[in-house]
Nanobody, 122 residues
Framework: VQLQAFGGGLVQAGGALRLSCAASGRTLEIYRWGWFRQTPGKEREFVAQINRRGVVDTYYTDSMKGRVTISRDNAKNTIYLQMNSLKPEDTAVYYC???????????????WGQGTLVTVSS
């Protein structure tokens, strides 16, 4: 599976962005798909994941609850992360990840995208 994330960019605080992650390859075998983010000097942080049926499993980072929505378009082999009310502390490289198994992506991700940079200015 190859994952390609895009949609990052520069946005002012309070603004919104929608990230996309397109998959190719063995996409029918993807069970969990989601997003992580990482800032320099910090560990990669789990943001959200969605399973094959499109049910949202969990939002790990409390700081983004109520401000993010993850969705999945199986026909396009793409997931999205809609981020609203962005804050400067949301500045990070956002990565999409996927797995074939049923475990949470927070414990194991089989495939990673290259990341897309989100910069939120104050």
């Amino acid at each position: 599976v190859q994952l390609q994330a895009f949609g990052g960019g520069l946005v002012q605080a309070g603004g919104a962005l929608r990230l996309s992650c397109a998959a190719s390859g063995r996409t029918l075998e993807i069970y969990r798909w989601g997003w992580f983010r990482q800032t320099p000097g910090k560990e990669r942080e789990f943001v959200a994941q969605i399973n094959r049926r499109g049910v949202v499993d969990t939002y790990y980072t409390d700081s983004m609850k109520g401000r993010v929505t993850i969705s999945r378009d199986n026909a396009k082999n793409t997931i999205y992360l809609q981020m609203n009310s962005l804050k400067p502390e949301d500045t990070a490289v956002y990565y999409c990840a996927a797995s074939f198994g049923g475990n949470s992506l927070a414990s194991r991700a089989d495939f990673w995208g290259q990341g897309t940079l989100v910069t939120v200015s104050s």
